[in-house]
């Protein structure tokens, strides 16, 4: 099996050294990796909110067999490290070029599943006793130029009269008082939709909520051979091995080629990375007029990500390099912390507690990719979040519990927008260059303000 990016991105034994980890909660009583030959009837590959959704569901609500095979600890790949920003939609596509190919009715279908999948955290928050630091009230869009306020007016005004999404624009003079005022603040859109949450606590607590309800986790336990035995798939770990009849992928955008052929050359994962600042003064924030709790995201297409945390440190995320090289990661550090300052000129000082990094997952359909593999019916997917897994994720997660037991079919339980699989990528060896080739065209037209 082999990596788009540096080895060290996959490098499970490291620590990921996020702040998140710093406040992590102690992992599910038990753990054990796979040490023998053992089976189950669904063995699930990956132990992100999509895996462990997906065994939560398969246990709890129809009784399965199930395990989960994770390379790193509970939550270890981007669903531990994220920036919490628990929003929509997972694809790149504009409404009216989604609508464009699939259909009004269909594009409603999806933006009512992503409005579900921010019900079900809620409810998952709720039924599983899962306590994530839900924050805010909705997710904000924040135009970088004064040319792009425009935009967030037509997003507005297409949210609400498609999908019946509360939102409300601010002029610039206005969100200074409610949001924080910047060099890169034209102006604001609130979507009543989402909250910010803590990426690890709601994994872990996923985890502890699916042992609860009768899954087995297995940690450290990465699947290094993929095996056919007596009409069974055997996956094949450094300890043992785990024999089953259906087997679920949730490897997104740590997937390595040649786990399966038929998810080679279809994601394309990127970097995307965070810093963290140490807890800002009351003094600090006033600088920035800063009064939000909301996760907030710009209008670039290499967009900004940030928001406050509960001990009022401030998170900035960004996208990353395209090689995951260590020596890249810390020139991205550099430029990240650089850009930090540039936003919010009173912070441009302000001591960095914490830098992380980790995959994103696109496709070259700009979709999510959800479904059954055709030539290996005892296989299901889900994969291709856009950097909008928070709430999506959990969501597939469940749709592929209830189509591995047949509990719905695919046409019932997945607007056509997110049914896979995502075409091949031509030349697929050659996607680092693709990404970039993308960021520097999104750079060139980011600045144009
Ligand atoms: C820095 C960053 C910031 C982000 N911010 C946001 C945000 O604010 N809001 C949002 O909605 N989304 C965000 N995302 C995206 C979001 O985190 C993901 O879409 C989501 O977590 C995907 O969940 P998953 O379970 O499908 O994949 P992951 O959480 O990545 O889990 C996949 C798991 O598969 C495991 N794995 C891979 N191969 C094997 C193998 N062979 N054997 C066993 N295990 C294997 C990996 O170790 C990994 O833990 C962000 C992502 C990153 C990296």
């Not at 869009?141 to 019946?164: D, M, Q, S």
């Not at 047949?406 to 046409?411: D, F, H, L, V």
Request: charge should be neutral.
């Amino acid at each position: 099996m082999h990596t788009l990016f540096h080895s060290s991105v996959y490098d499970d034994t490291r620590p990921v050294e996020s702040y998140w980890e710093a406040g992590a909660p102690p992992p599910p009583d038990g753990l054990r990796p796979l040490e023998a030959e053992e089976s189950c009837d669904v063995a699930v590959i990956g132990g992100g909110y999509t895996g462990l959704s997906a065994a939560l569901h398969l246990a709890r609500d129809h009784g399965v067999d199930v395990r989960v095979l994770e390379a790193g600890h509970i939550g270890w790949g981007a669903s531990g490290r994220n920036g919490g920003f628990c929003c929509l939609p997972a694809s790149k596509l504009s409404i009216q070029a989604m609508i464009a190919r699939y259909g009004l009715d269909e594009t409603k279908r999806f933006y009512a599943a992503q409005l579900d999948g921010i019900d079900l955290v809620r409810a998952l928050g709720e039924d599983e006793g899962i306590d994530y630091g839900r924050r805010g009230d909705g997710n904000l869009t924040v135009a970088h130029g004064p040319g792009r306020f425009r935009e967030l007016e037509e997003e507005a005004e297409a949210l609400t009269r498609l999908f019946g999404i509360e939102t409300t624009l601010y002029g610039r003079d206005q969100f200074a008082e409610v949001g924080y005022d910047s060099s890169e603040q034209f102006g604001a859109l609130h979507t009543a939709a989402g909250f910010a949450l803590d990426p690890l606590k709601f994994a872990v607590g996923l985890g502890r909520a699916a042992q609860r309800r009768g899954a087995v986790l297995h940690p450290h336990s990465r699947v290094l051979d993929w095996q056919r035995a007596q009409g069974r798939h055997r996956l094949v770990t450094a300890g043992g091995s785990l024999a089953a009849r259906r087997v679920v992928v949730a490897t997104n955008g740590f997937t390595r080629e040649g786990l399966h052929p038929a998810f080679d050359g279809r994601v394309l994962p990127a970097l995307s990375n965070i810093v963290t600042t140490r807890p800002l003064t009351g003094d600090e924030l006033a600088a920035q007029k800063w009064r939000t709790e909301n996760p907030i995201c710009n209008t670039r297409q290499l967009l900004f990500y940030y928001r406050l945390l509960p001990d009022r440190s401030f998170l900035f995320g960004a996208r990353g390099d395209t090689t995951g090289r260590p020596e890249d990661g810390a020139r991205m550090k550099a430029w990240i912390v650089r850009r930090l300052g540039a936003v919010f000129p009173h912070w441009r000082d302000v001591t960095i507690s914490h830098f992380w990094r980790g995959l994103v997952c696109f496709t070259r359909d700009l979709t999510p990719a959800v479904g059954r593999l055709e030539d290996d019916p005892g296989v299901w997917y889900a994969y291709g979040y856009h950097a909008n897994g928070v709430n999506t994720a959990p969501w597939t997660g469940r749709a592929l519990a209830r189509l591995v037991v047949g509990a719905e079919s695919e046409e019932s339980a997945l607007p056509a927008v997110m049914a896979g699989p995502a075409r091949r990528f031509p030349f697929a060896a050659l996607r680092p260059w693709y990404l970039r080739g993308a960021w520097l065209y999104y750079r060139m037209t980011d600045d144009l303000r």
